[in-house]
Nanobody, 125 residues
């Protein structure tokens, strides 16, 4: 059973930065695409970013491209989300996820098998 634990959320003013981390519990981490999603109150969970197993390919939602950067450290079984130029509309619970074998695009929540518990990010105006 894979366990994912996010950290790094908090309260920040608009224009500020935060770095989210996600630690995975098992050693096959380097074989899987990892993703970040977020969910604001009353909204569906939405794709934020994803990274291929080697880290060579990165994908972003249009709303965060140029402001957020996803990265991973396979030796540490960790994935990160550097968030810069934060806006109030970035306020949400952020989740990391590990993709499973299902077919589908990296931006679809249904292709991810394991999820963390989430970390709250609040951006004040």
């Amino acid at each position: 059973q894979v366990q994912l634990v996010e950290s790094g959320g908090g309260l920040v003013q608009a224009g500020g930065s935060l770095r989210l981390s996600c630690a995975a519990s098992v050693g096959s981490f380097s074989s899987y695409t990892m993703g970040w999603f977020r969910q604001a109150p009353g909204n569906e969970r939405e794709f934020v970013a994803a990274i291929s197993p080697s880290g060579a390919r990165k994908y972003y939602a249009d709303s965060v491209r140029g402001r957020f950067t996803i990265s991973r450290d396979n030796a540490m079984n960790a994935v990160y989300l550097q968030m810069n130029s934060l806006k109030p509309e970035d306020t949400a619970v952020y989740y990391c996820a590990q993709r499973g074998p299902k077919s589908g695009t990296y931006s679809t929540a249904g292709v991810y098998d394991y999820w963390g518990q989430g970390t709250q990010v609040t951006v004040s105006s």
